[in-house]
């Protein structure tokens, strides 16, 4: 089965500085990969998907994330913090379960935004 | 449009005790998810029905059943609720499975003492 690990439960960054948030996937095969978000209080929102179109991939709120298949990797970037992406995020990669395929998340990353 | 609507938001039970959460969608996505959220762990699939009619076991099925009533109506069962089965619960829907966006409602809390 599919998998994805994030690395670093919590990331803390200024406001202003650069976000990186990892997550690396398990596969030999190039899936779908897709970054959500999780604001307080709410369900997950989606960020960006990655399917193989672009190595880079823009989302919303100015995050995008690079698919590197050499390095099994889709992490999660913003050049500038704003303290509204203060969230938990979670990766997730497209997995076969029984024949259809279902999304497997990582255990995700709190986003601390300091002013 | 409401997209995928929860109910209840929040529940407590008693060990033993049985309940059934709610889930509507009105996109008319053929899939729909039951996900549960523990703090460090992520969100597991609990089951899932790819469509119409069908329901598969996800990751952690144990401890729990599912209905799809129709295209817009998946419900989750909980027949002897245990303590081990506090979380927040959320419902997802999609047009197909796969490679497509989930659509999440907004969350029930489920404590059982």
């Known amino acids: 089965a599919q998998s994805v690990t994030q690395l670093g439960s919590h990331v803390s960054v200024s406001e202003g500085a650069l976000v990186l948030l990892r997550c690396n996937y398990s596969?030999?095969?190039?899936?779908?990969l897709f970054w959500y978000v999780q604001y307080p209080n709410q369900g997950l929102q989606l960020l960006l998907k990655?399917?193989?179109?672009?190595?880079l991939v823009k989302g919303i709120n100015g995050f995008e994330a690079e698919f590197k298949k050499s390095e099994t990797s889709f992490h999660l970037t913003k050049p500038s913090a704003h303290m509204s992406d203060a969230a938990e995020y979670f990766c997730?990669?497209?997995?076969?379960?029984?024949?259809?395929?279902?999304?497997?998340f990582g255990k995700g990353t709190m986003l601390l935004v300091s002013p | 449009n409401a997209g995928v609507t929860q109910t209840p938001k929040f529940q407590v039970l008693k060990t033993g005790q049985s309940m059934t959460l709610q889930c509507a969608q009105d996109?008319?996505?053929?899939?729909m998810y039951w996900y549960r959220q523990d703090p460090g762990m992520g969100l597991r699939l609990i089951y899932y029905?790819?469509?119409?009619?069908?329901?598969d076991k996800g990751e952690v099925p144990n401890g729990y059943n599912v209905s799809r009533l129709n295209k817009r109506e998946f419900s989750l069962r909980l027949e002897s609720a245990a303590p081990s089965q506090t979380s927040v619960y959320f419902c997802?829907?999609?047009?197909?499975?796969?490679?497509?966006?989930?659509?999440f409602g907004s969350g029930t809390q489920l404590s059982v003492l």
């Open positions: 029905s790819a469509s119409e009619g069908t329901t």
């Open positions: 990655y399917t193989s179109a672009a190595t």
């Open positions: 997730a990669v497209s997995s076969m379960n029984s024949g259809y395929s279902t999304l497997t």
């Open positions: 596969s030999s095969v190039p899936p779908y």
């Open positions: 996109m008319n996505h053929n899939s």
């Open positions: 997802a829907s999609s047009k197909q499975g796969g490679g497509e966006k989930l659509f």
